[in-house]
């Protein structure tokens, strides 16, 4: 039995819907290991005594900066991150309820035709 012109329609958005809920996911475990690399990095820094030789990446290069910059730096990185995260599990909760709204819709056309 061939399903319905519009439930496939409403299957197809949900694969769509599915596949972003996936990215966002991905977005999320990105942002959550760059935020503790960072947090680490900052702990690790405070270990260092004031006046330590301190370098910081720039490509392929190692640059010498001053131990409070690179501490301002790496603060003001977790400040972005942090808003970043929120953003994101917004964005997951939004996708996520959408996802459940359209698996609902989708089982009651379903039912409807009389395919379970």
Do not use: C, W
Not at 20 to 32: L, P
Not at 44 to 66: H, M, Q, R
């Amino acid at each position: 039995m061939e399903l319905p012109q519009n439930v496939q329609h409403q299957l197809a958005q949900f694969q769509q819907v599915q596949q972003q809920a996936q990215a966002i996911s991905m977005q999320k475990q990105s942002v959550d290991l760059q935020l503790k690399e960072t947090k680490k990095a900052v702990e690790e820094l405070n270990k260092v005594e004031e006046g330590a030789d301190v370098y910081k990446t720039a490509g392929t290069l190692l640059i010498k900066v001053k131990k409070d910059e690179m501490t301002k730096e790496l603060e003001d990185k977790i400040e972005t991150l942090e808003l970043r995260e929120k953003t994101v599990q917004r964005q997951e909760e939004r996708i996520m309820k959408r996802l459940q709204e359209m698996q609902t819709s989708i089982q009651e056309a379903m039912k409807g035709t009389g395919i379970q």
